[in-house]
């Protein structure tokens, strides 16, 4: 089925650092979705977007909407190492809402 | 407050052998989901229920079928267990009928030999 490229696919950063990553599709999307998993642990979501260019925080956490409605970011400021885990962006297609497609996730590695 | 309950956390069965994963939220929630969780693959949605007495396949529903006994409960039954079922299954429910999923179980892992 269909499913979203997620990138990066795994990052490996130093305690303290800005994280950066994005999901993008190949049609239009009118929700973008951001999750963490833990190990062991089922997802958390962590921002719901619904609207084009919009700007959600959550904490050091902030995702983008993008303007093209084929795109989503998520930015994590100032990494702690409590930020390991496994990122997930999920969507619906706009001609398809009923839908959620999911991506295959970033794994997020930091060095206390 | 437990969120989403799952339960077991863990099983093993031999290929043919039946059974049942239990899944229970305390959040008065209308919707709820069963999802399977592979390498490589993502999450894909097993079934749905967007309300209490409704139930509607997903996209890899072949080889389970499913309970929405009341609003808490979901149940997800793998009535001749395949080694292709090997995976990790977790229940999610959301407040908002069809709406994405808020709040995930921690998961069962089921291998089959």
């Known amino acids: 089925g269909q499913q979203l490229n997620q990138s990066p696919q795994s990052m490996f950063i130093q305690e303290g650092e800005d994280v950066s990553m994005n999901c993008t599709s190949s049609s239009i999307f009118n929700t973008w979705l951001w999750y963490k998993q833990e190990p062991g642990e089922g997802p958390v979501l962590l921002i719901a977007?619904?609207?084009a260019g919009e700007l959600t925080s959550n904490g050091r956490l902030t995702a983008q909407f993008g303007i093209t409605r084929k795109d989503s970011f998520l930015n994590i400021s100032a990494s702690i190492p409590s930020d390991v885990g496994i990122y997930f962006c999920a969507g619906r297609d706009a001609g398809n809402n009923r839908k959620l497609i999911w991506g295959l996730g970033t794994s997020l590695a930091v060095n206390p | 407050n437990a969120g989403v309950t799952q339960t077991p956390k863990f099983q093993v069965l031999k290929t043919g052998q039946s059974m049942t994963l239990q899944c229970a939220q305390d959040m008065n929630h209308n919707s709820m989901y069963w999802y399977r969780q592979d390498p490589g693959m993502g999450l894909r949605l097993i079934y749905y229920?967007?309300?209490?007495?409704?139930?509607d396949k997903g996209e890899v529903p072949n080889g389970y079928n499913v309970s929405r006994l009341n609003k808490r409960e979901f149940s997800l039954r793998l009535e001749s267990a395949a080694p292709s079922q090997t995976s990790v299954y977790f229940c999610?429910?959301?407040?908002?009928?069809?709406?994405?999923?808020?709040?995930f179980g921690d998961g069962t892992r089921l291998s089959i030999l």
């Open positions: 229920s967007a309300s209490e007495g409704t139930t």
């Open positions: 999610a429910s959301s407040e908002v009928p069809r709406g994405q999923p808020q709040h």
């Open positions: 977007l619904y609207k």
